[in-house]
Every structure is written in C-alpha cells, then in structure tokens.
C-alpha cells in the first residue's frame, strides 16, 4: 500500500487532490448506486474482515455526502457496517499489537484502516445527531399520538445506537494503537475527530436528564480516555470553557467529566488548568457572556462537591473573583470555599499550613456575610450553615459568627433573613457547648466555678512565695562570677597545696554521688573557688561516672557546662531519700514539683470556667436572636414563617430561655389561612407536645397529658383557644394514646391520683377539648363531673367548677355548631340543680372567682336546659331571697353591736359584695336572655318553619304549572320565606322591649337598683358594687332600644367620671357592643368614645384602641377627625399599645383613600397650639402616616390641601407642622407644580425657617432625580424661595416690579419658546396672568375652600343637660389676610 490516509479537516478535502501518497476519494457515488454498493460493502466485510474499509470507504463516504437526501435506511445499514468494522478491528488489533512482528507495511494498512473506519463512524454519528436534534424540534409541536409515535420512532432508535456507537469507540480507543503511528505521536486531526464527535453529543438539551446517565458516562469515559491516552488536555480544557460559555444546562455535566478524568484517570492538572482559565476571566468578559457566568458559577459550586481535595492548590486564582462585579461567580467560589473546609480543611489533626488556609478561608466568607448582593449574603450563610451542621467550624469562631447572623435578621432581604434563622438552628442543634441553652441556669454555675477559682487562685498565692526564683535564675546570676574563678583556677601554680591535700582526703572518703551533691551545696553557698576544685579533683578520682565524665577535656567550657548540669538538673538517681543529705537545702526544682498537683488544678479549673462563659455568651446570643425571629412570626413571606416556626421548636428543645414565648406566639397561626403555616405549627406542636417518648402506651400518655398542662398552666383565652384546634385534631386522627390519654385526664380529675390543682384544672380543660371531637368523652361522664366539681366542695375551688363550665359547654350545639334537633337537657337534671345550689349559696359568700363561675353557670343553663328563662327566673327570686335574709340578719346583729359600742362597717362591707354579686346575676341573666331569644329561639323558629315547608311540600304538588312557575320566580328572588322570617324577627323584637321587663318580670325589679346605684356614686363608692353595677346595666341596655335611649347619658357619664379604671374599661367595651347592636342611638356620642384614647389609664387606652379598631375596621363607627386621637397613641409609652394602633392604621390603609381623606384633618388637630405636641413626636406620626400615601394623584391633591391649610394657621409652630407635612410627601413632577401654583398661600411665611427649610429639602429632592428641563424650574424655584427668605417677600415683590418696568421700557426680542419655559414664573410681573401666582382680586373673590372632613358633625355631650346631643354647627374659619409693611 502505497498511499495514507490523512484525517481531513473538512468532509470535502477527501475529494480534492492531495499531497503525494494521500488517499483521495476516486468516486462519490449517487443516490441508486448506494443499495449494490452497500451489498458489496457487507459482503466484503464478511470475506475480508475490517480491512475491507480500506476499499469500500468511498462507499460509506458518499453516504456521508448525500446524508440529507438519502433515506433512512441507508443511513441505518451504513451505520451497522461501520460499526463492524471497529469492532473488528477492536478484535483483530490486541493480538497483532503484542505480537510486535508488524511489518511496515501492515502497519500502514491497519493504521490507515483504524483512521478510516473512526473518521466516517464519528461523522456518520454527528450526523445523525443533527438529525435526531431537528427531527426533535419540528415534531416538537405537532398534535396527536399517532404523529407523536411516528415522528419519534428514528430518534428512539438513534439513542440506543449512541451507546452502541461510543461502546465501539472505546473499545478500539483503549488498545495501545499509538504504536501504529510513527514514533507513536497521533495527529491532532484524528484526536480532533473523535473529540468533536463526543462533544456534539453533549449539546444534546437532553444529555444532563436522569434517562441519558448511560450515554452521558459513556461520553465521558471516551474523552477521558483521549485526555489521558492521546495528549487532549488542553483540548479538552478549552472545549469544556467553549461549551460553559454557550451552553449553560451543561455545567453539571462538564463537572461530573472534569472530577471523572481527574479521579478516574488521574488527570488532575486538568482542574487546576480549567480553574485558571476561568480565574483569568475579567470583569468585562463576563458582563458580555451572560448566561456563560452562570454556566461557570454552576461548575465550580458542582465540581467542588466531587474534587474538594484537587481544588486547594489552585483555588487562590479564583479568589479574585470575590471582588469583581458578577454576584453568581463570588457565591460560586463562597461554596468551593465551604466545600473545602468541609471536606478538607476539616478535623483537630491538621498541620499548620492547612490550618492557615482553613483560617484564611473562613475570614473571606466571614467577610462575605456583609457582601452588596443580598443573594450572595443568603448563599454565604448557607454555606455556614453546612459547615455548622458538619461541625467543622472551630470553636472560637461561634461567637462572632453568632453575632454576625443575629445582625443578618435585620437584613432587607427576605432570603437573607431566612437563611440567617436556618444557621441559628444549626448553631443550636449542633452547638459544642451544651443540650440546656439557658443563661439563667448557666449563671449560677459560673459564679460558683468562678469563685471557686479565685479561692484557688488566692491560696496560690499565699503558699508561694512573692518572688519564685528558678534554678535558672540562680545559675544565671552566678554564671559571670563563676566563670572567672574557673579561668582563675585553670591557671598553672594558682592551687593552694594545703587545702588541695585536706580537701583530697575527704574527695577520697566520699563516693562520686556524694561529690556531686557537694559541689551542688558550694555552689549554692556561693563558694565557687571550692566548687571549682572539687569537681575538677572528682574527675581525676571517679573519671568513669556520669558526673563527671564531660571533663574528659577539661577545660573553661566543659567544666562550666559539668557544673551546669550538676546544679541545675541532677539525674533522678541522685535525688533519692538515700542519698540527699536532709541537711541540704531544697533545690527549685523540688520546690516547683510541690506545686505541679496544684497548677494542674488550677488549669483545670480555668479551663471550665471558660467554657461556662462561651457557654453562657452562647445562650445570650441565641436569647437575643429569639426576640428578633418571635417577630418573623407573623410575616408575609410564607417560607420565613415556616423557618422562624422550626427555629422556635428547636430552640425549645435545647431549653433555650424564653424559648416557649416563641412557642406560644406561634400557636395563633393554626387559624392561618394559609395551609402550608397551619400544617408546619400543628406538625410543630405535635412533635414538641404530642409525640412523647415513653416505655409504654401508659407512660407515653402520662408524657404528653404532662406536656399538655404545662402549655395550659397560666395560658390566655387567646392561646386556650388556639390549643382546642390542635387538641381536637389529635382526637380527631386515630390514634392509639387517645383511650390511654383519656384515662389519664379522668384520673387527674378525679383526684384519683395525686394531682396540683392547676393541673386539675387543665385536665378537665384538656377533656372539653376532646368532646369537641367527641361528644361521648363528657356526656358519658356527666355525672362524675358534677359529683367532683359541682358538689358540697364547689366552693373550695370556684376556678375548676369554672372550667369544668367550660368543658360541658363543650358538648352544647352552640359549639359545636350542629343542625337538626337541638341537645337540651330537662330541668330537672342533676346538673341544673347543682348550678342552682351552688349560685345561690355564693351570692352571699365573698370569694372573688364566684363571678367568673356564675358567668359560665348561666351561660351553660342557656345552652343546654330545656327552658332556661323558668331556671334562672327562680335562680334570681332565690339570690334575692338570701340576700334579703343577709340583710336582715345583719341588721339586728348591727343592733346589738351597736348597743355594746361595736362598729357596723364589715357588714356594710359583706352586704355590698353581696348586692354586687346579685346584681352580676340579674345583669348575666339579662343578656344570655337576649342572646337565647335571638339565636337559639329563632334558629329553633326557622328549624320548624323548615320542616314544615318541606312536609308542605311532599304533600301537595303545586296546583298547576303557572303557580309551579310563580313560586320558582319567588324562589330565585329570594321572597319565599323572606316574610316569614321578617315575622320571626319582629316577633322577638317585640318579646324584648314588652315582656322581658314587665312588671312580672325578675329582671324589671333590678333595673331601677342598677340606675340609682350607678347614678349615686357617692353613696355606693364600693368598687366592687360599683363595677358590677355599671356592667349589669350596660347588659340591660342591650335588650331593646327604649332601656338604651333612656340609660345611654348615665353611662357615658360613669365612663368619663369614675374614678376605677376597671369601671371605665368594662364601660367601653360594653359601649362598643351597643354601638354594634344600637348604632344609630350612639353615633352622636363618638366623640366620647374617642376620649378615652387619652385616657390617664393604659389599661382604659388599651381596650379604647381594641373596641374602635374593631368597630372601624368592620365599618360600624364611621371614621371621622377624631383618629387623631389613635394616631397620638403611635407614640404612647406602653409598647402593646402602640403596636395596636400602628396595626390599626395598617388596617386602615387597606380601605380606599381612608388614611389620605383623614390627613388634612389630623394635621390640623395635632398642630393645635392648645394640644401642645412636641415638635418631634408630631414629625414622628406624620412620618409614619404619609408613609402610606403612594399614589400620585393623591401625593398632587394633599400638596394643594395643605398648601390652602397655611391660609387658615395662626401660628408659626402650625405653619411649620404643614410645611414639615409637605417635606414627607414624595412629591413629583405634578406635585412641584401643584406646589408652585400654590405659592401665594405660603410666599408670606417663609421668612421663618421653620417653613423655607423643609421646603428647601423638597426642591432639593426634586433637583437630584429630575431631568434637565425640569431641573431647571427646580432650581429657579429654590432661588426664589432663598430670595423671600432673605429678603422678604414685599422686597423680592418690588425688585421684580422694578425689573419688569425697566425690560417695558426698552423691550427686547421675543425669546424662544424653550427659553420662556426655563424662565417661566420669574420674569413675569406678579399682577399679570401667570401660572404661579393667583391675582389678588380674583383670590379675594373666590369661594371658601371646603373639605368633606370639615363638614362632618362634631358634637359634645354636655352631662348637665338633659336632653340628648344636638348636632352643632362648626366653627367658621377666618381667612388670615396679609400684613403690608
């Protein structure tokens, strides 16, 4: 074979002329000669094996040509022939390779074969990609299964054949084919093919799909092996950025290859490679790649989760990026960060550079908590988060990350702020310091280690003393001196012989232990010159003992050093009891060995106190994050109130303190109407309360019926309430605690087991909770609850008769809300006799919760006895009667005492708690009265109007079609029936205004008790009289009109006029329910109402601001001026109060124009001078209320109605309040010039500062966000108002006077019409017709400026008079006219 085949570039250069010995394609063939050619292709394959390519590629390579016009099949046939022939030479290729006896020219016909085969393969598989891919997009739309499955047949097949294709690839590509080429380097063509080919198979939209995983890996498997086998790393590394930039579905994907041929294939420079190229992008190159830096951020966030460890050496070049402007890109190297301290940089055994690097890693996203983009702060936080829960964040790092992510709450963005609550919670659940988070409880505990430390730390300092002088410091300081005397002594001739010869003798009679200890004695004696000697003898005797054995050489150096040893450091074998002389003073050493015990202590002592103050900082840092996230609770955004609700659990569970406010604040949003909030606080209260852990059914009852009475002990109604929906859906769902936990709350109230009594009460409360569920759990039980609550001993505890009131009540239809006959129980049942026996015996006792149980007695007397009105007529005939008895008795006891000289006031005292408990009576009685008439009376009135129209009904078929037809007409108007329930209503109307206080009536002999004692207040000033008095009649004035109309005058005067706040609250809620039932009777008495917002009382504001916010906001009471009046409580000291009326504005803002119709007046009445507001409260509550005024329309509307206010102030505290008003608004382009024209209301006050400054800063607001033409007016406009400041008006007036007499007299060109519209309004004269300034004698002639808020009726209840309150006229306003100087 004398040609080669050279891998072209493009399909076309196969049939151009080449170079010499290249293979060119001789003849491409048509469309009819393709069906012999392939048979002669295949048959060939079966004869020749895969060398038949080497004949046939013209074949296979006109196919190629014609791709587009010849036909499927074709394509299919040629598809399995090449693949045959790679498989076959797959198989061929393995034996002939090892072998090693190719001959050249084998070589050269295998090689050109191998290249053939791989070319037309690849091209034919891009081609058939194209295809599939447009086939996918043109059918894509079509309609119809039939063309659906038809369309989609050669694309199903085509993706099995893909795997097929790159299996075939693999198994050639995997063989040492290199060896067939010349030196064995491949040409980049021939890896370019079968590059590109794999590559055009990952553009597929479908290839990151779960379906594809098969084909995907198998892609890349073939490029890793090209990268590692075929020298295409840098190849690959540039494609995998071509194809981030343009196809960002695949970053998962070029992820998964890149961490497969670096693990895998242990390419690992590859990471590093495509990590600099993307760390080498700038700023620019990003902003115009779009979608390709998401691409990016996408691949390393993927790619650092699968090679952490192979990121590190390179990641500094991606830092970079953490200043530059793409947001994505600084979170995408955030998460490799986090990845790598995770998985890397993690644990207590790193070495010192990787704990560099761990720091300086977690001081750049420290840094990034506080980044400009609010996505990345999230992202940052995230990444903490995984790093908390992986508990790879070093412990002196919790407390100021703590502190950063309690400052993220108060982030703008709602993201960030959930993201800060879920690393709260992973702080908590994963914290190192303790499963009890609670400061109070770490604060005892730390005071006393802290006190033991300081007596540990003074007894210290007691045993040791002041200076502790070391063997070193010793030796230190003798080392000069010593050294001398040693040069001295190693002179010749400076030895004295005679003490040479007797210190000679007694070395002789030592051994060299003793020696040493001697010397170490001279030494500290401070004779060194016999120290010297001594040693330098010992060595001359003992020359062999460890002692001495460094004088060998004995010289200056060594002898000090042997001296050194021995003085400072003696082995241990010296320093035992044997042989220390116990005349030998204690060296240092030995000193500090004393106190090693006793140091160890103290270090451990220190140590725990450490941990208890990162413990207890810890705590306060979760305390102070609780506050915040309670307030979370009640957001909009639905995914940060699911995220504050399982902060708040888990927080409970490691006892954080305050923890359970959290829990109980969030138990009102079972009644959200979103579902998500509901489920996640009912699946929190279930895992906190109703999920306990127990050995048995037994004990796990016992658990959650403990958990449960925790939660009810001192609980509001509010929180009660909200408890029955999750209660009750527990008993609604199967479960097998529900019979063991009923069990035990009978036990508990039965006092079967021993029980505290609020626990009593809760279980009984907890039972009323169930009968909702299930009516049988107390109707069954019925009698034991009034044998152990309602018996001879109710009077011990009224609370748990009361409650268990409330329980039976449970099992009523007024509760439950059922249709159909109604449950009541005859009059003469146990239960009603107890109620009556216990009532009466406590209206002459004087035990302050018998009201709170003669409340729940006759509402559940109402509810459930067949006749009620009979039971409680003969209930107050009774109360009466006892306490008439009282009365009497007490009269002549007082007679008697009197006679003996005693005193009669605690009589007078028990008789007037008794008339008040008897008064509560009559004034409940009254008003379930009522409320039975009108519900269950007339519910019970329709009911059998019901039945009896329907029985009606299925007697008789209307008469004929007409009438059949008439009464469907009736029917859709809505008539049938209509007047007889107007009959209904009418008939109990009349019941309440004749007979209910007739003369035969018990309730009509307590009214004129009720009127004479409220009227009469110094006469009966007992409070508790007082305040039963005043609510019993306020419940009388709900029976009819006539009693309202008559009494309405006496009880606004008790409310203005008594002095117990608890008259004046009781009395404004009673008011709120008559204005509900009797609107009409007192609407002229709203002023009144409005009064008590100011009240001296915060108990009297708060229910004030309760009753109007409901009565507003559900348009009973019409909102007039008098909302000032709440608007000055956004200010009032109690925070409850002043979060009641932000809601209420709030609320009100919902409603159409309300808050932008009021703000003209309020403005007026809070710059009152006679109200006297400070300046800054009043800048506070106009702040917050324009903060609800966004429309334009009504932004240019207020401009003109404050503007026309200024006319009508007095004082310049008012004009400063309005001009102050305006600066608040957010005034644009339409409002400036509302502003201008408005200019003659406000030009003569702005000499004060006051006015000028806040409308200097509104021009000034203008003048930034305007455009130039606009700007321009801006400006004259604020050079005009500086002008009158400065000068004053009259003076500005006269200059441009002067100014425009002087242009008449010489006139000048007619500017442009652009430059009279810069200059408009400042070259003109005042008096002509101009759009700035109104001319005077049209002002004066223009009609007064009226406001619908003016108009309303304003009226005053005068007590001393007796009629009722006229509407008065309001007061006319004066036009302040202009001074002239």
Known sequence: MS????????????????????????????????????????????????????????????????????????????????????????????????????????????????????????????????????????????????????????????????????????????????????????????????????????????????????????????????????????GACVKVIQLLQHFEQLA??????????????????????????????????????????????????????????????????????????????????????????????????????????????????????????????????????????????????????????????GDKSVHVCKSAIQLLAAFIAHN??????????????????????????????????????????????????????????????????????????????????????????????SKYRKAVCLCMRAHSLYPQSSFFSDLADMNAETLIKTLATLFKGPEPEQETPETVPSDAPPTPQKEGEGNQGRESELKKQEMLVQYLKDTESFALQVERAIAVINNMLYWKTTTVVQEAVQFCVTAFEFSVANSVCGVRKMLPLVWSTDATIKDAVIQAYRRLYLNPHGDNTRAKAQTLVDNLSDLMIDASLGTVQCLEEIVQEFFSSESSLQTSVVQVLWERFSGKRETKTLHRRAAVLLLGMAARAEREVVLSNLDTLCSVALGEKVAEDYLLARDTLITIANITDHVRQSKGVPFRLPMDHHLFSCLSQAIADGVVQSDPHWQAFMEQAVRLIYFLAESPDQLCSRLLQRAAHLLLEQITEGGELNQSELQEGGSQGSEEQVNCVSLAQVLSLCGAVAFWQVS??????????????????????????????????????????????????????????????????????????????????????????????????????????????????????????????????????????????????????????????????????????????????????????????QVSEVAVLLLD???????????????????????????????????????????????????????????????????????????????????????????????????????????????????????????LSIAAKLRRRAKQQFKAQVEDYEKRLTAVHTKGLENVENEEREQQMGEAQSPKPQPPKSVRKTTRGRSKPKLDDSDLVTPRKSSRSKPAITFSSDEEEEEDAVMAESETPKVTTPIARTRRTRLRH
């Open 3 to 234: 040609w080669d085949f050279i891998v072209p570039i493009c399909l076309d250069d196969l049939v151009k002329s080449g170079a010499i010995n290249q293979y060119v394609v001789q003849d491409v063939l048509s469309v009819k000669q393709f069906p012999s050619h392939i048979n002669s292709f295949k048959a060939a394959l079966r004869s020749q094996g895969p060398l038949c390519i080497l004949e046939h590629f013209d074949t296979a390579y006109s196919v190629l040509q014609h791709c587009r016009t010849v036909d499927v099949t074709v394509k299919e046939d040629t598809l399995e022939l090449l693949i045959q022939v790679v498989r076959g030479l797959s198989v061929s290729l393995p034996t002939l390779l090892l072998s090693g006896s190719l001959s050249a020219v084998d070589r050269k016909q295998h090689l050109n074969a191998v290249k053939m085969s791989v070319f037309l393969l690849c091209k034919l598989t891009e081609t058939l990609e194209s295809d599939s891919y447009r086939e996918t997009i043109v059918t894509a739309p079509s309609k119809g299964r039939k063309k659906d499955k038809v369309a989609g047949k050669g694309l199903l097949q085509w993706d099995s054949e893909r795997e097929t294709v790159l299996q075939c690839l693999t198994q050639l590509l995997q063989l040492d084919i290199r060896t067939l080429w010349s030196l064995s380097l491949v040409e980049e063509e021939f890896v370019s093919c079968v590059t590109c080919c794999c590559y055009k198979l990952l553009e597929n939209p479908t290839i990151s799909h779960v379906k594809s995983k098969s084909t995907r890996d198998a892609i890349i498997h073939v490029l890793g092996i090209m990268v590692k086998k075929y020298n295409h790393m840098l």
């Open 252 to 409: 998962s994907v070029c992820a998964q290859a890149v961490a497969s041929w670096s693990s895998e294939y242990g390419v690992k420079a590859i990471v590093g490679e495509i990590m600099r190229e993307i760390g080498q992008k700038s700023s620019e190159e990003l902003a115009r790649e779009g979608s390709g830096v998401k691409a990016f951020s996408s691949f390393l966030s993927e790619l650092s989760t699968l090679v952490p460890e192979t990121m590190i050496p390179n990641i500094s070049v991606l830092l970079t990026h953490l200043e530059g402007e793409s947001p994505s890109l600084r979170v995408a190297v955030c998460e490799v960060l986090g990845e790598v301290l995770v998985r890397v940089l993690s644990g207590d055994k790193l070495d010192d550079s990787a704990r560099a690097s761990r720091d300086r890693f977690l001081d750049t996203l420290q840094e990034h908590i506080h980044d400009a983009h609010s996505h990345v702060r999230a992202r940052v936080l995230q990444v903490y988060a995984r790093i908390v829960n992986s508990k790879a964040l070093p412990l002196c790092r919790y407390t100021e990350v703590m502190e950063l992510t309690v400052g993220r709450l």
């Open 432 to 525: 190192p310091y303790s499963c009890k988070l609670s400061s109070v409880d770490l604060k005892k505990p730390l005071e006393k280690e802290m006190t033991k430390l300081k007596e540990m730390r003074d007894a210290q300092k007691e045993q040791v003393p002041v200076a502790i002088i070391t063997a070193t410091d010793l030796w230190d300081a003798m080392k000069p001196e010593l050294e001398m005397t040693v040069k001295a002594q190693l002179e010749p001739g400076s030895e004295e012989e005679e003490n040479d010869e007797e210190e000679a003798g007694e070395v002789e009679e030592r051994n060299d232990r003793d020696t040493a200890l001697q010397i170490a004695q001279l030494l500290r004696e």
């Open 932 to 1121: 039975h008439l009108e519900r269950s009376v007339s519910a019970e009135l329709r009911r059998r109007r019901g039945e009896k129209e329907e029985k009606e009904e299925k007697e008789k078929a209307p008469a004929n079609k007409k009438e059949a037809n008439d009464s469907c007409v009736e029917e859709e108007l809505g008539l049938v029936g209509a007047s007889a329930e107007d009959t209904e209503a009418e008939f109990i109307r009349k019941m309440c205004e004749t007979e209910l206080l007739s003369e035969g009536n018990m309730l009509s002999a307590s009214l004129p008790l009720l009127v004479k004692v409220c009227s009469s207040p110094g006469k009966y000033s007992h409070p508790q009289l007082t305040t039963a008095a005043c609510l019993a009649l306020s419940q009388y004035m709900m029976i009819s009109p006539a009693v309202c109309k008559d009494n309405i005058r006496l009880l606004f005067t008790v409310l203005e006029k008594s002095p117990l706040p608890v008259v004046r609250a009781n009395t404004t809620v009673a008011l709120g329910d008559l204005t509900v039932r009797f609107p009409n009777i007192l609407e002229p008495w709203t002023p009144n109402l409005y009064a008590r917002l100011s009240d001296e009382s915060a108990s009297v504001r708060l229910t004030a601001i309760t009753v109007l916010t409901q009565l507003v906001l559900k348009d009973v009471m019409k909102v007039k001026g």
């Open 1133 to 1255: 000291p109690e925070p409850h109060i002043a979060s009641l009326a932000l809601n209420f504005f709030n609320e009100l803002s919902a409603k159409d124009n309300a808050i932008y119709n009021l703000l003209p007046d309020i403005i007026s009445r809070l710059s009152d001078p006679e109200r006297g507001m400070k300046e800054e409260d009043f800048n506070t509550i106009m702040k917050q209320l324009f903060s609800y005024i966004t429309k334009e329309r009504q932004t240019e509307s207020l401009v003109e109605k404050l503007c026309q206010r200024f006319r009508t102030a007095k004082t310049e505290r008012q004009w400063a309040d309005l001009a102050v008003s305006l600066s608040l608004l957010s005034v644009c382009e339409r409002g400036f010039k509302k502003l201008q024209e408005c200019w003659d209301c406000y030009s003569d006050k702005l000499t004060e500062s006051g006015v000028y400054q806040p409308l």
